[in-house]
């Protein structure tokens, strides 16, 4: 599961995605978390919890368009 956060001054964070499980099974995959509208941030932080089977889990990229 993933939840996406930002905040506008670095210290205090609301949810832009709350928790989410992912939506393919396999050990690697891509998903897109998208902002509801375009926002001005300082910070952002991916919060992720329930591991799989294989007890590993990570990101490997993020990106902004």
């Given at each position: 599961?993933?939840?996406?956060r930002y905040s506008g001054d670095g210290k205090h964070f609301a949810d832009s995605v709350c928790w989410t499980k992912e939506k393919k099974k396999d050990e690697a995959f891509e998903e897109f978390l998208n902002f509801d509208r375009p926002r001005n941030i300082k910070a952002v932080k991916i919060d992720m919890k329930q591991p799989r089977g294989y007890k590993y889990f990570g990101i490997n990229h993020v990106a902004s368009f």
């Open positions: 599961m993933v939840r996406v």
